[in-house]
Nanobody, 127 residues
Framework: EVQLQASGGGLVQAGGSLRLSCTTS????????IGWFRQAPGKEREGVAC????????YYGDSVKGRFTISSDDAKSTVYLQMNKVEPEDTAVYYC????????????????????WGQGTQVTVSS
């Protein structure tokens, strides 16, 4: 059974940091891409970052580039999202998802291309 478990959300002040974790099981980790998405109330789901586990390539949304870093620990089948210099606009429910194959520049942010999803974790940034 494929499982993705997102954790690490919480309340943080603007300018602070938070690290989200996506723990996975039930599939060949190194053959997939793992993406982070977020959805704020009243807004569409937005692609935040993606990492190709085997190729180590990464992509970021423009709104988080330079502040967030995606990484993976293959031994733990876990992907992390390090969030630095957070802003109130980062407040959302964050989801991780898995897609077969690598992230691609033209598709990594398309949620329909992901096969498996975890439950979300709430991130709230206070001003």
């Amino acid at each position: 059974e494929v499982q993705l478990q997102a954790s690490g959300g919480g309340l943080v002040q603007a300018g602070g940091s938070l690290r989200l974790s996506c723990t996975t099981s039930g599939f060949t980790f190194e053959r997939y891409a793992i993406g982070w998405f977020r959805q704020a109330p009243g807004k569409e789901r937005e692609g935040v970052a993606c990492i190709s586990i085997g190729k180590r390539s990464t992509y970021y949304g423009d709104s988080v580039k330079g502040r967030f870093t995606i990484s993976s620990d293959d031994a733990k089948s876990t992907v992390y999202l390090q969030m630095n210099k957070v802003e109130p606009e980062d407040t959302a429910v964050y989801y991780c998802a898995a897609a077969w194959g690598p992230c691609t520049d033209s598709q990594w942010y398309e949620s329909d291309d992901y096969d498996y999803w975890g439950q979300g974790t709430q991130v709230t940034v206070s001003s």
